[in-house]
């Protein structure tokens, strides 16, 4: 099992921008793949962005997007414009295949809460 350690949430106003970031002790193939996912109370956990280690392919979105540091092993998710129904928890995953499916990620850390106020 991979340990992620996830760290950067907290609070921001509307507009605002917020960077997460995630760790993982080492890439093995069971991390080739990360992503983040977030869940606000009483929705479902819900795809943001993902990347994979070797081929660098990256799904994110206009206010969402991914960067690496391989020698931490470290992969940063950039939040801008951030908006009121940003408000959630945001998970870091790790998996062996790139995916937006929740299910193909074995390995997820504590989650970090990120608040946007208005």
Known sequence: QVQ???SGGGLVR???SLTLSCVAPEVTFSSRAMAWFR????KEREFVAARAWSSKITFDQARFSLSEDNAKNTVYLQMNDLNVEDT???YCAAG???SRDPAQYPN???GTQV???S
């Not at 869940?39 to 009483?42: C, H």
């Open 4 to 6: 992620l350690v996830e």
């Open 14 to 16: 509307a507009g605002g």
């Open 39 to 42: 869940q606000a109370p009483g």
């Open 88 to 90: 959630a928890v945001y």
């Open 96 to 98: 062996p295949h790139l």
């Open 108 to 110: 997820w850390g504590q």
């Open 115 to 117: 608040t946007v106020s």
